[in-house]
């Protein structure tokens, strides 16, 4: 199975939660930038601090900001596998993630993305309850994804990385038809 990823998709597609599946079965490192940001949140930091905000807000953390993180984070990879959920979210962390991959002489094997449709991905998020799941939060998040990660799907389809995997079924449903994509 391809193990360098990208996981493309709406707010509440099941990202982080197929992420984590297959990381753990797969061995590969899963690089959140979600849960890092969060993880910064909740330590009181000044990047955290700088970050709560606008992620309450749902809107998107500044470029600077995630690319700073995710640097770090790429540098301490070990040479194995790896999958960054959440990230790249714009076209700009897109160009910049290219020279850091190619630093690491890493490509990017694939990138899945997770389709779902809107009454399902807000049905879920609010059954989950997260600071940043209230409907209007919800609603924004949905319209800066169009916005600004959407773009991203082009993007990754001209490369030729594009893999779409229906979202939809229980999460053993949606992992086997990620593994079977990924063969
Ligand atoms: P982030 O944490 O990345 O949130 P998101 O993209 O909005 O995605 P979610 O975590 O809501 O959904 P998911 O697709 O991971 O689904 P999940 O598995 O959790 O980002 C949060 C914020 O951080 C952003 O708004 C932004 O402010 C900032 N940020 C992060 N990255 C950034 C970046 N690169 N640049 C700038 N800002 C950035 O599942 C959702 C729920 O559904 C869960 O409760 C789960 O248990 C459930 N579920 C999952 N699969 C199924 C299934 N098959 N059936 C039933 N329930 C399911």
Same mark, same amino acid.
Request: aromatic letters at 4%.
């Given at each position: 199975?391809?193990?360098?990823?990208?996981?493309?998709?709406?707010?509440?597609?099941?990202?982080?939660?197929?992420?984590?599946?297959?990381?753990?079965?797969?061995?590969?490192?899963?690089?959140?930038?979600?849960?890092?940001?969060?993880?910064?949140?909740?330590?009181?930091?000044?990047?955290?601090?700088?970050?709560?905000?606008?992620?309450?807000?749902?809107?998107?953390?500044?470029?600077?900001?995630?690319?700073?993180?995710?640097?770090?984070?790429?540098?301490?990879?070990?040479?194995?596998?790896?999958?960054?959920?959440?990230?790249?979210? %714009?076209? *700009?962390?897109?160009?910049?993630?290219?020279? #850091?991959?190619?630093?690491?002489?890493? $490509?990017? @094997?694939?990138? &899945?993305?997770?389709?779902?449709?809107?009454?399902?991905?807000?049905?879920?998020?609010?059954?989950?309850?997260?600071?940043?799941?209230?409907?209007?939060?919800?609603?924004?998040?949905?319209?800066?994804?169009?916005?600004? %990660?959407? *773009?991203?799907?082009?993007?990754?389809?001209? #490369?030729?990385?594009?893999?779409?995997? $229906?979202? @939809?079924?229980? &999460?053993?449903?949606?992992?086997?038809?990620?593994?079977?994509?990924?063969?």
């Amino acid at each position: 199975m391809k193990t360098r990823l990208l996981f493309l998709g709406p707010p509440g597609a099941g990202k982080g939660t197929q992420a984590a599946g297959l990381c753990e079965s797969h061995a590969m490192k899963h690089l959140s930038t979600g849960d890092l940001l969060r993880g910064e949140v909740a330590a009181g930091s000044e990047l955290g601090k700088e970050a709560e905000a606008v992620m309450n807000r749902g809107e998107l953390v500044s470029d600077a900001l995630v690319l700073a993180i995710v640097e770090s984070q790429m540098k301490a990879l070990d040479g194995g596998g790896w999958l960054l959920d959440g990230f790249p979210r %714009t076209v *700009p962390q897109a160009e910049a993630l290219e020279p #850091l991959l190619a630093q690491l002489r890493q $490509p990017i @094997e694939a990138v &899945v993305l997770l389709e779902l449709d809107d009454a399902v991905l807000i049905e879920r998020m609010l059954s989950r309850g997260r600071a940043d799941d209230n409907e209007a939060v919800i609603r924004n998040r949905l319209e800066v994804y169009r916005e600004k %990660t959407a *773009p991203l799907i082009d993007y990754y389809k001209t #490369l030729g990385l594009l893999i779409s995997v $229906p979202a @939809e079924g229980s &999460v053993d449903a949606v992992t086997q038809r990620i593994i079977k994509a990924l063969d």
